[in-house]
């Protein structure tokens, strides 16, 4: 048993929506309990107002339960977006992405916040944006019941020092973070030639490289986006497959006061697993570190 509701990605045939209940009775046949809300399902329930509902019987049926979620990419629809002509719109579509998930009963939502940096702006700019975003958009976040969960990433308005700041600055139950194993591995080995921090990096400063992202964010996660690679690319690998230490993450993971889920974010199709290997590897990872 797991010691928080471990969530997967999964791939819906949205095309063919006649055949989602029998992928979802399989996918709970090979033990899966939980699955993500993705950017693709919010995206397509955006263009059919039955979809919520329709996804939902199906889940139910299959004993299945949507827990955590995941908003769009573009910039343009992020909280830090810092464009003021285009900010109503910004707020209607996140509104609108947060009605979404509270038809499926999420509980989380994660957004991604600058990771499209435009260079000639300060982080300070992105910070200020975001966090006049975040006082609209928090009261729908506690009127829908879905917590805000800003994910770190690689540039500079995504370090765990821009979001902690911002979450305190708040202090709200319905903001959170969400730490990215696979990202945080990247800012682990920043300086090396050819990653992606480095090359996606934006100040005058050098990058700076951290290995204490997890220790840093600890006291204010309430999601996870677990998967691995060697330092360099957002690989997507299955924990395992990369280099990082799986007996650290998993060990402080377990003292995350405000956790509330797990999400397998691996890309698990490339490694020829079965639905049911995955489920088990990921029942096993939650058994490291200790209790």
Not at 12 to 22: Q, S, T
Request: a negative charge; charged letters at 25%; hydrophobic letters at 40%.
């Amino acid at each position: 048993m797991t010691f928080v509701p471990v969530t997967h990605v999964v791939r819906m045939p949205m095309e063919n929506v006649k055949l989602i209940p029998y992928i979802m009775r399989d996918l709970a046949a090979s033990g899966m309990k939980n699955i993500v809300l993705s950017s693709n399902i919010v995206a397509d329930c955006m263009k059919d107002p039955r979809l919520p509902d329709t996804l939902m019987k199906y889940a139910g049926e299959a004993g299945l339960s949507f827990v955590d979620g995941h908003a769009l990419f573009p910039d343009c629809v992020c909280p830090s977006f810092p464009v003021e002509e285009k900010r109503d719109f910004m707020i209607r579509y996140i509104r609108l992405e947060l009605a979404i998930a509270s038809a499926f009963q999420v509980k989380t939502f994660t957004v991604h916040t600058g990771n499209n940096y435009d260079r000639t702006l300060s982080v300070d700019v992105y910070r200020d944006a975001m966090c006049r975003s975040l006082e609209e958009l928090l009261p729908c976040a506690e009127k829908t019941g879905v917590s805000i969960a800003l994910e770190n990433i690689w540039t500079s308005p995504n370090t765990p020092e821009v979001l902690l700041d911002v979450v305190k600055k708040f202090e709200s139950p319905y903001l959170g973070l969400c730490y990215d194993s696979g990202h945080a591995n990247i800012m682990k080995y920043a300086r090396r030639e050819g990653s992606l921090a480095k090359m996606w990096w934006n100040t005058p400063e050098e990058v700076p490289q951290d290995d204490r992202i997890l220790e840093k964010m600890l006291p204010y996660i309430i999601n996870c986006h677990l998967h691995d690679n060697n330092g360099d690319r957002d690989e997507h690998k299955l924990p395992g497959r990369g280099n990082i230490d799986w007996e650290h993450v998993m060990g402080l993971l377990k003292k995350a006061p405000r956790l509330q889920c797990i999400q397998n974010e691996a890309g698990y199709t490339d490694d020829f697993l079965t639905t049911k290997e995955v489920v088990e590897l990921f029942e096993k990872l939650c058994e490291k570190g200790g209790c």
